[in-house]
């Protein structure tokens, strides 16, 4: 299958600073992107969609001036939570694929914020 | 909103037996698959069933689909401590995002 690639794999960071988390789709162009966050023994839940080129659409109570997304290229898109708090702290996972096709899921990005 | 509905919660189970897993949504679905994830880590992609499929199999795994019933099952063969992990079912309808259920924890003991 086709791979998505997400760094870091685990981030570490105090509170009020913010952390980018990146998406990359290796061997195929990712017209569209997903992000999901995942809380301890919990299931996934959509963040928000983004195509490539255009603004991303969230989810209802995401808050979209805290959660950056940003997919500038077919390959390549980034999360960013500013101001990160200890709530914050969670399992985030990207899914990205082509028109048409099923997405494929990137390793995950353990974020703790102390 | 969630689709999917894993049942059981949980499960646990000794190694070499069989373990079931189902899965229920509610709307009607392009295509329907299973996902693997251990503790803290990403998601293995198990096995796709098409909405007109109703019986896929991979290796010891066989997931069977009931559109009737909005319904689908992942059955583990000879199961295997490593086959200890949570278990998600996800749909996907339309060009809409996957919709994850909240997961089935397989304990497998050696």
């Known amino acids: 299958g086709a791979v998505v690639s997400q760094h870091p794999s685990w981030v570490i960071c105090k509170s009020g600073t913010s952390v980018k988390i990146e998406c990359r789709s290796l061997?195929?162009?990712?017209?569209?992107m997903f992000w999901y966050r995942q809380f301890p023994k919990q299931s996934l839940m959509l963040m928000a969609t983004?195509?490539?080129?255009?603004?991303?659409?969230?989810e209802q109570g995401v808050e979209k001036d805290k959660f950056l997304i940003n997919h500038a290229s077919l390959t390549l898109s980034t999360l960013t939570v500013t101001s990160a708090h200890p709530e914050d702290s969670s399992f985030y996972i990207c899914?990205?694929?082509?028109?048409?096709?099923?997405?494929?899921f990137g390793q995950g990005t353990r974020l703790t914020v102390v | 909103s969630q689709q999917g509905e894993e049942d059981p919660q949980a499960l646990s189970i000794q190694e070499g037996e069989n373990a079931t897993m189902n899965c229920s949504y509610k709307?009607?679905?392009?295509?329907l698959q299973w996902y693997r994830q251990n503790s803290g880590r990403g998601l293995v992609h198990l096995i796709l069933?098409?909405?007109?499929?109703r019986e896929k199999h991979s290796g010891r795994l066989r997931v069977t689909l009931d559109t009737s019933k909005k319904s689908s099952s992942l059955l583990i063969t000879a199961s295997r401590a490593a086959d200890t992990a949570s278990y998600f079912c996800?749909?996907?309808?339309?060009?809409?995002?996957?919709?994850f259920g909240k997961g089935t924890r397989l304990s497998v003991i050696a």
């Open positions: 899914s990205a694929k082509e028109t048409g096709t099923e997405a494929f």
């Open positions: 061997d195929f162009q990712a017209t569209t």
């Open positions: 983004s195509n490539e080129g255009s603004k991303a659409t969230y």
């Open positions: 709307t009607s679905i392009n295509n």
């Open positions: 069933i098409r909405s007109n499929e």
């Open positions: 996800a749909t996907l309808a339309g060009n809409t995002p996957l919709v």
